[in-house]
Structure formats: C-alpha cells, structure tokens
C-alpha cells in the first residue's frame, strides 16, 4: 500500500485548509504533493469505485502527531462527501477524548502525557458515500501500568484525578488517599 511519512512540525502550518482540501479533491495519487489529503483521497476513491472497506493505518511514536493526522483525514472525508450534517464528525469522534487520555495516558520517562492506549477509529458511508456515523474504540497497550511503574514513570492520569477527589462525598467508597499512600499499595 501507500506509505506517508509525515513530521510532526510542532506548529500550526497553512497546508490543512478547504482550500487545500478541495486541491487534492478527484486528483490521482501521484499528481500532487505527498501530503495526508493525498492518502485520504486514495482511499475515499477506491472505497467509492470498488464498492470496499478502506483502511488507513496512522502511526508513530509519542508526539508525533497522530491524532491531529487522524482528524485531518476525517476532516478530508466530511468535507469531500459533503456531508452537511456531519462536516464536523472529527469533533464528535473526538469528543470523548479528553475521558479517553484520563485513562489511557500516564506520564513516562519521555513525554508527560503519553498515551498509552490504541484507538481504531471506523467511519461509516452511506451508499452516496457520505458519513453516516463513526465509532472510535480504545484499547490500553500496557495494562501491567496499572499495578507497576518504572522509576520516574507515573500511573494512568485517571488514578491521580481520582487521588486528587478523593475527599467529595461520591468518591468516598473508594476509600481512595493521597496518590503518594495509594501508589505504595501498588509496588
């Protein structure tokens, strides 16, 4: 398949806008740029042309900009289907993820928000090849952080939140304390 290799240029740059969106829009792969619209369009088109599943596989390691790579791509789709009442589908599929990085995220010996959990993220057309929905499924990668931490490396976000209300009256049961007593139990 197709291979994009994208740098993460920690700053926001013109090349994500409609504009650019409706240039890669009906072009072949290979007439333009390398650029992720290139590989959103490839597949959009062969979806649209073979009538099959498409898949994009987004990786790379930590801060390299996976996330913001996926939601371009759903941006691509929504405004290239002209899907009216689903041109903003990247913010509903990333709407939980601010719930979904509490739990899936934890601070390593390399960056203080790591995530550290996988996401599959499935958009679904109808037959005019316009978005109909999407579901976005999470799956922790390290569930052994859970009850052990390496030295300088933190547990998931959601423990020290939970920690850190430990004293409202709803999360009494829990018989939660400071994270520092809490994280003993767990070593």
């Known amino acids: 398949g197709i291979i994009l290799v994208a740098i993460n240029p920690y700053k926001q740059l013109p090349i994500y806008g409609d504009a ?3 240039a890669y ?4 792969m290979g007439d333009m740029d390398p650029h992720i619209f290139a590989v959103a369009e490839e597949a959009y088109k062969q979806m649209a042309r073979n009538n099959k599943n498409q898949s994009i596989i987004v990786s790379g390691e930590s801060g390299a900009g996976k996330t913001v790579s996926a939601r371009y791509t759903m941006r691509y789709f ?3 289907s002209k899907s009216s009442s689903n041109a903003h589908v990247e913010d509903k599929v990333l709407a939980s993820n601010p719930i979904t990085e509490a739990v899936g995220n934890a601070k390593t010996t390399r ?3 790591s995530s550290r959990f996988g996401k599959y993220t499935e958009i ?3 037959q005019s090849y316009q978005i109909i929905g ?3 499924r999470t ?7 859970v009850v052990f931490q390496s030295e300088n490396e933190r547990n998931y976000h959601i423990f020290y939140q939970l920690c850190a209300s430990a004293m409202q009256p709803e999360y009494e049961h829990l018989k939660l304390g400071r ?3 809490n994280n003993l139990l767990f070593t």
């Open 20 to 22: 650019i969106i409706h």
């Open 25 to 28: 829009s009906g072009q072949n």
């Open 78 to 80: 929504a405004t290239v």
């Open 111 to 113: 960056n203080d928000n």
């Open 124 to 126: 679904s057309f109808d």
């Open 134 to 136: 999407a579901n976005m």
């Open 139 to 145: 799956y922790l990668l390290e569930k052994s952080r």
């Open 179 to 181: 994270s520092q007593e």
